[in-house]
């Protein structure tokens, strides 16, 4: 094991804690009145003394001339000589070649042999130029065999015999599927935002001042967050663990692997084993510009900042201080150096509190901003050239795309990468400008992308999928695979060690069930310093279709879409179209799609039409399906999330209808129609996104200003929503979640009685109204919920009203993440379940039981 700290060349200054003498008490207190005389004249001596010997030593730093080294101690003047040195070493990047064993091999593991895969190197083929591999040339999959021995990746080839290995060799079988380095997240908080999230697991970010670079996010990960293994479950086996983006600066990130205790081949649980770098070559260090900072922290008339002006005073103010730090430190070595410790009448200027900010700014710790807008991006840039530093990437970037030359102009040898979404955006107002071709824009224009989690922002577990996506935005595919694994590692300066399948590597290795950018890739087995992660692991029977070929690529589309009259589709694989899935030439895949005057006219061979076409569109892998729509998200009404003006607002006591709130025309709405999804459903939301009460409407995405002009709406009231997800229910005006299920029961029996009784409801749109509809199984009851005892109350609820009103209720669970565990009983009562999000994630505790695929 090799995680504890080692003298060498690789380790920097530990912080050593005395600061310097002058802070030292100057005043000692009076002794009681009631001592005899020849005391009070000793003591007075001795204050005299103790005042002059203070008073000597706060002013020997001023004169240079006068010493008294009997004040200071040797070994500490020695000590600080030595951390001079430190201070000012350069880290290199840690070297792979030549290792006889990873640091972080455990005694005992044995070698594996995985034979027969596909494998992903990481590097194209030799001879391969410098501008051919930056455009994803030379890049292949290669058959081979990989031999992991110590932790290492120790040999890349075909057919090594096993006779030619150590007896105690494990030998896996790949069976042809294809094999990669394991993925790397360069920003997640997995770990220090730990899920299920609860207030009292949650260490993200260090809230008690805006500008703490002297906290470490290794001071509250906890190993134990489950998340840690789903998101290894996804062949991601080392992440940058970064402090949140509250703060402008946050603080130290370190990067980890995902293995943890006995289960994982490890000897403990404990964060230093995690450690992917034991020898902390490097430091980590967040930052963050924008919104976040002022609305964190800005209090007018009390504290700063509350505008991003305030923000780059905030910076600039830190940084010229760790300056000034590193400015006394430099003075005291060159002293000390030249005219030696016995001669230095202070100690080593240190200061805790700006050690790591000054470590920064003498070039040993990668920084990482997270910086959205133009102006932040601009800003920063600034920053690292008034004090010499350089940023190793800003995330979440997303208009950098716009600004290449901006960050060109950033100080250091190479330019900030951009470590993006390929399209979570528009969330806030800082990301409302964003492309899902950034990636590709930002790649012509010689700059890096790398795609992120942000974890538990997005699961960690599905980013490689964040690269699958920007390979379909455009970007080569050599270069996407390249944003999970070679980027983020050379950024990470981890590059001789990380993100390659090659002798002298970390042996983290992923064997996949399907191409790694293809939809729905997931690992067979995954390794970790060469130990195997899971025991058991399931795998889905998908038919081996081989790697992609990495020479294809995807042209952008049209900014805006085209009206045709008349066109042709060819090369389309498959269609799902009802009534017209053909049954010719299926032996071929390859058929034709006629479109004419907006009706499809042909689905097949479709000689005529192909021989009239005046427009011929050939696809490669086509599909034709009906449109899609969404259904439960808040599109059409709101624009951005996180700003109210652009929004319908929440309710949790005004019922109300979807139909009175829908805004059409924006953005999100354009862009759901572009990718296919030409209709919605949407509902008010209850407390906040992924709530719901009132009844939802079904629109039309796109083609209407207004909802009133025709086919704007296709349905008024689709159904009715309630809210019984615990959290929310609480927060809503029954304060409780049996509160909740009470009062929706409650309201459900009344319909049933005034049915009954034929009672009228006066206003047609009224809560009583829908829900007499409801109750007469006219309308659905939409029940958003995740818990599985929160799903079985909606159904005993069904029930109860069911009973009462002799008649049945249409109940559709949204949300759903636990409903698995209740999935018989859903199916008797024919309650269908929405899943909302579509893969679901143990974010909150009622969605702690959730299927993710890790272990359990
Ligand atoms: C490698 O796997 C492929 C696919 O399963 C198989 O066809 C081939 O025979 C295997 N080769 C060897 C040497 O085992
Ligand atoms: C930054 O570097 C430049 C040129 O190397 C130098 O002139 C300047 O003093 C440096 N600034 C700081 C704050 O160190
Ligand atoms: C697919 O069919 C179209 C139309 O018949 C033809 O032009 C095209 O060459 C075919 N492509 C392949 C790969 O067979
Ligand atoms: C009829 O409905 C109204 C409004 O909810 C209610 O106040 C009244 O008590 C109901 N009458 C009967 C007979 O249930």
Known sequence: MGFEKKEGDAMLPPYSAAGPAKQQPRWRRRRPARLTRALKFLGLACLGFIVYAQWRQISTPNQPHHRNPSLLSVEKLQ????????????????????????????????????????????????????EDAWAGKG???????????????????????????????????????????????????????????LEGNDDTNEMSADITPYVRSIDGLQPQDHQIQVIKSGGVTTSLILPGSGNNIGGEAYPIKHAVGKPDGRPEISVADMLADPDRSWRYMKMAC?????????????????????????????????????????????????????????????????ES??????????????????PDLEAFVDHTNEFNFSVRAFHHAHQTYLVPEILKRAWGPTPPAAALFADNMWYKAEAYVGSEHAGHALWEAGLTPIYVSDNPVLNAQHVVFEAAKAFGYGLPYAVAL???????????????????????????????????????????????????????????????????DPKTTFEMPAEEPTEVADVVFTGIRTSYLPGLESTEDRSTRNLTVAVSKGKVTCVGVCAAELVAATKRIHLQNG???????????????????????????ASTTQFSRAADGLHLG????????RYGVTRAISAPKYTSAGTHFGTSAGFRTWGHDTVLQDGAVFAEDVAVHYTLQEAAAKAGGE??????????????????????????????????????????????????????????????????????????????????????????????????????????????????????????
């Open 290 to 354: 924008g919104e976040n900072a002022k609305r964190v922290y800005g209090k007018v008339g009390e504290h700063g900042p509350v505008s991003r002006l305030g923000e780059s005073w905030e910076f600039r103010r830190a940084f010229e201080t760790a300056a000034k730090l590193n400015q006394a430190q430099d003075d005291w070595c060159a002293r000390a150096e030249a005219a030696g410790i016995e001669s230095m009448e202070s100690y080593l200027p240190q200061d805790l509190k700006w």
């Open 357 to 374: 900010l000054g470590a920064a700014l003498r070039g040993q710790v990668h920084v990482n901003a997270h910086c959205y807008t133009v």
């Open 482 to 548: 390249a944003s999970v694994t070679t980027a983020p590692a050379e950024r990470l300066g981890l590059g001789e060690r990380l993100g390659k399948v090659k002798p002298g590597f970390d042996a983290d290795v992923v064997v996949w069930d399907s191409d790694p950018l293809s939809v729905g890739a997931a690992p067979v087995q995954v390794w970790i310093d060469g130990t195997a992660q899971f025991e058991d692991p399931v795998e889905l029977e998908k038919p081996l279709k081989g790697p992609i």
């Open 139 to 197: 890049f292949a999959w290669i058959n081979a065999d990989v031999y992991m021995e110590y932790g290492l990746i120790k040999k890349v080839q075909k057919d090594i015999s096993p006779k030619s290995l150590s007896s105690d060799t494990l030998v896996w079988d790949a069976k042809g599927r294809q094999l990669t380095t394991g993925i790397i997240d360069m920003h997640s908080h997995a770990g220090v935002d730990s899920l299920p999230e």
């Open 623 to 649: 599909h034709i399906t009906k449109p899609f729509t969404a259904f439960g998200s808040l599109i059409g009404l709101n624009a951005i999330d996180a700003e109210d003006a652009t929004d319908n607002g």
């Open 79 to 130: 000590a600080d000589l030595q951390t001079c040195a430190k201070l000012h070493k350069k880290p290199r990047d840690p070297k792979g070649l030549g290792r006889e064993r990873n640091a972080r091999y455990v005694d005992g593991h044995k070698p594996t042999l995985i034979k027969n895969a596909t494998v992903w190197v990481g590097e194209p083929a030799e001879g391969t130029s410098a």
């Open 735 to 856: 304060g409780s979640f049996s509160g909740a299920v009470g009062a929706l029961r409650r309201k459900l029996l009344k319909a049933v009685g005034d049915e009954k009784t034929g009672n009228e409801t006066a206003d047609a749109f009224a809560e009583e109204a829908y829900l007499r509809r409801v109750v007469r199984g006219e309308l659905p009851l939409a029940v958003t919920v995740h818990s599985a005892d929160g799903i079985a109350g909606a159904l005993k609820l069904k029930k109860q009203v069911e009973e009462a009103s002799e008649s049945r209720l249409t109940v559709v669970i949204l949300g759903g993440a636990e409903s698995h565990l209740v999935a018989a009983k859903l199916a008797a009562a024919q309650v269908g379940v929405v899943l909302s999000p579509l893969q679901s994630y143990r974010t909150s505790w009622d969605q702690r039981r959730a299927l993710t695929g890790g272990r359990r």
């Open 666 to 673: 924006t953005k999100k709405l354009r862009y759901a129609h």
